[in-house]
């Protein structure tokens, strides 16, 4: 089985991904974005072929309630995977690529909003380590670009999941108490 490989985008890619995920005007926004240091538009491949994306939010949410409660705190956003490419691991290593290079930066903490229909992204991301935020549903806003560039706006309700990226040390063992060696009569 090929192993997933993912990388920060750069422009020779934007074409591929776009005709492979649809949203053109997506791609060529969060590249732009990227560009600005406002986040990271990671790709993942399967062997040479394109299979997903995902982008790494590193602006105030756009949400205020989620402003409100995880001020600071980025965003995975936009998580892709073409439809005849998934269950390879593309997903979990677009994620675990964005955990990765947040962790390097100092950022310890990262979240995510997933619509409360979408049960396969729920299921991946508790696998992946994430839970509930605990502040409830939120209404989120998303836009596509259809090809004659009309953006549609649609309301999605969505679940606001995060994840601590502190490395957990197991705690020492406790040492066992020294046997005695019998004493001689």
């Not at 993942?44 to 072929?49: C, D, H, I, N």
């Not at 892709?80 to 593309?90: I, Q, T």
């Not at 990262?110 to 729920?122: K, Y």
């Amino acid at each position: 089985m090929t192993e997933p490989h993912v990388r920060p985008a750069d422009s020779a890619d934007l074409e591929s991904f776009a005709e492979l995920l649809g949203d053109h005007a997506f791609f060529v926004d969060r590249f732009e974005r990227q560009r600005n240091e406002n986040g990271v538009l990671f790709l993942g491949w399967l062997g040479p072929r394109p299979a997903g994306a995902v982008y790494l939010w590193l602006e105030d949410a756009e949400e205020e309630v989620i402003r409100e409660h995880l001020p600071g705190i980025p965003l995975i956003t936009h998580l892709e995977v073409h439809r005849d490419l998934r269950r390879n691991g593309v997903g979990t290593a677009l994620v675990r690529e964005a955990e990765r290079r947040l962790f390097e930066k100092g950022s310890y903490r990262v979240a995510l909003a997933v619509r409360t229909d979408n049960h396969d992204a729920a299921r991946l991301y508790k696998h992946l380590g994430y839970r509930d935020w605990g502040h409830g549903e939120v209404i989120c806003l998303a836009r596509t670009t259809s090809p004659d560039g009309t953006v549609l706006v649609e309301e999605e309700v969505c679940y606001v999941l995060v994840r601590d990226l502190t490395p957990i040390t197991p705690e020492p063992r406790a040492e066992a108490a020294p046997v005695a060696a019998p004493h001689p009569c």
